[in-house]
């Protein structure tokens, strides 16, 4: 039997395994979604900005949130997608100003607001950079069913990387769950679907 057909079958489930996993995922535990059939992602957090300034949703409020999770070290994926942001902004014009990127850490024992600022800043001055304590972070990655773990074995406390979530996700004004963006989503397509979304309400 030609080994093609087989292989192309089993990539598509795994494709498939993988839509499904991240839909399950944001619906979170026990595919509990809100009534409307939003999924349950977000919600109240306490966190410090690059300027070490305590911070909370409510001070995004009125605004739209373009949210990553992520960490300074992260030697790929973090840089791409704070990049990919980046242009998408650049791209919509006065839109824009009605969205705020935030770069939230899942190592804040390394990512210090001191780091986080001389990182942000290299992806525009729109970006804003969250850090918090251990206790703060898993509180805001569990609100927005973000993964992440320490990889590795190494026993260095310094030297080491981070596996996590790479989803963007757009919260709206209020503070409520609007969509999520993959990790393959480019700036062209993410500045449409930010435009789509925000020249949609009010």
């Known amino acids: ?6 292989l192309v079958l089993a990539a598509i489930l795994l494709l498939l395994a993988a839509g499904l996993g991240a839909y399950a995922w944001l619906r979170g535990p026990a595919g509990h979604m ?19 300034r305590t911070v909370s949703e409510k001070s995004f409020a009125g605004k739209y949130m373009l949210v990553f999770f992520g960490y300074t070290y992260c030697p790929d994926i973090c840089p791409t997608e704070l990049q990919v942001m980046s242009a998408a902004l650049d791209q919509i014009g006065p839109v824009a100003d009605r969205i705020q990127p935030i770069f939230i850490s899942i190592d804040p024992a ?4 001191e780091v986080l600022k001389s990182y942000v800043g290299n992806f525009g001055p729109r970006l804003i950079g969250l850090t918090g304590t251990p206790e703060q972070i898993a509180a805001v990655a569990k609100a927005y069913r973000v993964y992440y ?8 406390a310094t030297d080491y990387l981070m596996d996590h ?3 963007i ?5 209020d ?8 990790y393959t989503t480019d700036a062209a397509k993410l500045a449409a679907q930010l435009k789509e979304s925000v020249t949609a309400s009010p």
């Open 1 to 6: 039997m030609p080994r093609r057909p087989v």
């Open 34 to 52: 809100s009534g409307s059939g939003v999924a349950l992602v977000g919600g109240p957090f306490t966190l410090t900005d690059q300027d070490g």
């Open 110 to 113: 390394r990512d210090t607001p």
């Open 149 to 156: 773990a320490r990889a590795g074995n190494t026993a260095s």
């Open 165 to 167: 979530s790479s989803i």
């Open 169 to 173: 996700y757009l919260m709206g004004p």
């Open 175 to 182: 503070g409520r769950f609007l969509t999520h963006m993959a």
